[in-house]
């Protein structure tokens, strides 16, 4: 597994994953986008208002994909324009970011109606990773490692701290859900496969490989991440 650069627009594109990031407003959502998606890092980044998305084309396997990363508003004052487009955000998604900040206990408790509402909107079995940001932050804590690794563990979600600041574990972070995605997308390719030589007819194994329908595995222990030392 080889990540691309940060502009490869002229290769061919084998794969495209719509991933989206959600989470309360400031907890460093646009600058994990900005770090993945550019290398770049804005000390005066202003509150994202509506809906933006930037892309990055890796290569996974010997495959390009193209990684389609969707960043919206965590703003209560904007969850009546939110609520009016949340349908449209989480439509196609294949996978997810919860993104909390490890100084503010109250983003951490916001996790599980941000999770409720992914659940509600998007489809049921997207590849989660729940990431608590700004761990260069680590003599402010507020939510410690190990809350949050119990909270992925119960609800079956990979989970990391990063630091978009350091550039810490973002790449890995990305890495981690875009890795399942596509090791998913293999399996059901496989069984498109299996179904054409049972005589299933190629235009209906076709869109099981054309229309992403992602399939949760569920980690285990040894594949939970969790905070570098």
């Known amino acids: 597994m080889a990540a691309g650069g940060y502009g490869d627009a002229s290769q061919k594109i084998d ?4 991933v989206v990031l959600i989470g309360d407003s400031a907890v460093g959502k646009s600058q994990i986008l900005s770090r993945f998606a550019r290398n770049e890092f804005t000390l005066d980044s202003k509150a994202t208002i509506g809906v933006e998305f930037q892309t990055r084309t890796l290569v996974i396997q010997h495959k390009s994909v193209k990684a389609q ?35 503010k206990r109250q983003t951490f408790d916001h996790i599980p109606r941000w999770l409720e509402e992914l659940r509600g909107h998007a489809d049921k079995n997207i590849v989660i990773i729940l990431i608590g940001n700004k ?22 979600l990979f989970f990391l701290e ?25 399996k059901k390719n496989l069984v498109a496969g299996e179904d054409q030589s049972n005589g299933i007819p190629a235009s209906l194994s076709g869109k099981k490989i054309i229309i992403p ?11 939970m991440c969790c905070k570098s030392s």
Do not use: C, H
């Open 69 to 103: 990363i969707w960043d919206t508003a965590g703003q209560e004052r904007v969850l009546l324009w939110y609520r009016a487009v949340t349908s449209a955000y989480y439509r196609g998604a294949v996978g997810a970011m919860l993104v909390y900040d490890i100084t």
């Open 15 to 18: 794969y495209v994953f719509k």
């Open 213 to 223: 329908g992602p399939a949760q595995v569920i980690p285990t222990k040894s594949k």
């Open 135 to 156: 761990s260069d932050l680590e003599n402010q804590r507020a939510v410690p490692t190990e809350d949050a690794k119990e909270f992925a563990q119960k609800e079956e």
């Open 162 to 186: 990063t630091s978009a600041l350091e550039s810490t574990n973002v790449e890995s972070a990305f890495l981690t859900v875009l890795t399942e995605i596509f090791n998913i997308m293999n």
